[in-house]
């Protein structure tokens, strides 16, 4: 199996979950969106500026083209935006075309990658895609995880945020027994408390700040 990036393995769960449907939570998508912008960061595609502004690093070319309206969208701005006016203008509402493109994206890349398959069902509204992962390739990422956690050693890095995200979702518990969730509860801890970690204090950062910024956002419509 081609190897996935911690995004797209994400969405696998999702998909699955979901009976192949996009983005049915809030949550899910505020992650999907954290998990590309931390993608882009690590990749060094996008870097922080003053105020945690995100401006343009290198060029993104042919790499990580599932998240090419996400770079597009970050590095087009006229005023640079942060991590969390980033997250309002994909989840306000204001702008479904932007979030589905995104999402069609990363489900087109597992397609690619031979992680699920594409298929066109009837609706009240016409005809819909829906993207159903393969069992076998979602297999193969559980047992990742489960390899992961039973080791003796801190978590990786790539386990550790996909757990991360999984627990968040509350996912952990439809893959995995009550004990392997609390273990992975316990080593998420200490992987959080690990300075050395920044990836994952990157993406849990990323998410809290999506969250906060769309929650103020949706109060404010309320009055």
């Known amino acids: 199996m081609e190897a996935l990036s911690v995004t797209q393995e994400y ?10 449907k996009l983005g049915s939570s809030e949550q899910e998508l505020l992650f999907m969106v ?12 996008i870097v922080h500026a003053e105020k945690g502004k995100l401006v343009q690093g290198k060029a993104l070319e042919n790499d990580l083209p599932y998240l090419k309206s996400l770079y ?4 087009s701005q006229k005023k640079p935006k942060d991590v969390g006016e980033i997250g309002i203008r994909y989840l306000s509402g204001l702008t479904d075309k932007i979030l589905i493109e ?25 005809e819909k895609k829906r993207y159903l992962v393969s069992p076998c390739a979602l297999d193969v990422i559980i047992a990742k995880l489960r390899e992961g956690l039973l080791k003796n ?10 757990a991360l995200m999984l627990e968040k979702s509350d996912f952990l518990g439809r893959y995995f ?4 969730n609390k273990r ?18 990157e993406v849990l950062d990323a998410y809290e700040s999506l969250y906060i910024s769309v929650f103020v956002t949706a109060t404010m419509g309320t009055h």
């Open 72 to 75: 597009t969208l970050i590095t």
């Open 153 to 162: 050693e801190p978590l990786s890095t790539d386990v550790a945020c996909l």
């Open 102 to 126: 995104l999402m069609q994206s990363i489900c087109l890349s597992l397609v690619e990658a031979g992680c699920a398959e594409e298929v066109t069902v009837a609706g009240l509204f016409g």
């Open 34 to 45: 954290a998990g590309g912008i931390i993608e882009l960061l690590s990749g060094g595609y």
């Open 184 to 201: 992975f509860k316990t080593q998420l801890k200490e992987a959080h408390s690990n300075e050395s970690n920044e990836l994952l204090k």
């Open 177 to 180: 027994s009550k004990y392997e």
């Open 11 to 20: 969405l696998m769960f999702a998909l699955e979950k979901n009976k192949g």
